[in-house]
């Protein structure tokens, strides 16, 4: 692996997301930890998000321009464009946050502080799944390396949470081995995860919802059709 140049890269895909890209990037470029790289993945989006992102970063957040790394290409699902952020992605710890939701402004550097206090290969904590009308607090188990494959199998079985964007991992844990990124979008996350938690050595938890996870997006994947997203997740199984 190469040398790390920040501490923390934020890698973001971006698709059909203009009704709330503002607020994510507000939240994301707004955090209050400033070794901070964000990796922003245009998958070929159609609608207006890029354009919004541009003129937010222009307006309000020129002064970080030097970290912002933004990549346009093609279509090709949220799986390839997390692959393309990574390929970009120069911190020590890799964090993944979703276009749609949104973060505490404070979550990198109470991230970062466990981070440095504990040298964990993961940090995970909490989220709010955010529903328009209602919220709901998901609190995440405690597990440590010792029990690390329980909290693999707990995420195989709906006990755990799998998501990519409650977990802060050493970039070592990709590049130093063989990951599979599955191509379908459909728990490519739990697939993702569960590879990285196995090489990981250490792990600690922070009792605390960092993270804001949108349910009521219309247009996320989670939302089509049932049978397209079990015929996805036993593929990419």
């Known amino acids: ?38 990796v922003f993945v245009n998958d070929g989006t159609k609608d207006s998000s890029m354009e919004i992102l541009h003129g937010l970063i222009n307006a309000e957040f020129e002064h970080l321009k ?7 290409k093609e279509n090709a699902g949220l799986p ?3 692959k ?35 040298d964990a290969d993961i940090v995970y904590f909490d989220l709010v799944k955010e529903y328009g009308h209602r919220s709901s607090y998901k ?14 199998v707990n995420i195989f079985n709906y006990k755990s949470f799998g998501y990519t964007v409650t977990k802060c991992f050493k970039r070592k844990l990709y590049t130093d081995n063989v ?5 379908l ?19 600690v938890h922070i009792p605390e919802a960092l993270y804001h996870y ?5 247009n996320s994947f989670c939302a089509q059709d049932k049978q397209k997203r079990h015929i996805s997740s036993t593929t990419n199984l």
């Open 84 to 118: 393309t952020a990574l390929e970009h992605a120069e911190g020590e710890y890799i964090l993944f946050a979703d276009s749609d939701d949104w973060l505490e402004l404070d979550a990198v550097e109470k991230v970062m502080a466990k981070a440095d206090e504990t």
């Open 1 to 38: 692996m190469s040398a790390s140049k920040y501490k923390v890269s934020l890698l973001v895909p971006i698709y059909g997301v203009e009704k709330y890209i503002e607020k994510f990037a507000r939240t994301a470029l707004g955090q209050t930890y400033q070794d901070l790289q964000f």
């Open 179 to 183: 990951i599979y990124i599955p191509k």
């Open 66 to 72: 030097d970290r912002i790394v933004i990549v346009n």
């Open 185 to 203: 979008g459909m728990h490519e996350d739990i697939y993702l995860m569960s590879q990285i938690i196995f090489y990981a050595e250490s792990l």
């Open 80 to 82: 390839a464009a997390r």
């Open 214 to 218: 949108r349910k009521d997006n219309p």
């Open 139 to 152: 609190r995440e188990r405690d597990y440590s390396g010792e029990t690390k494959m329980d909290f693999i």
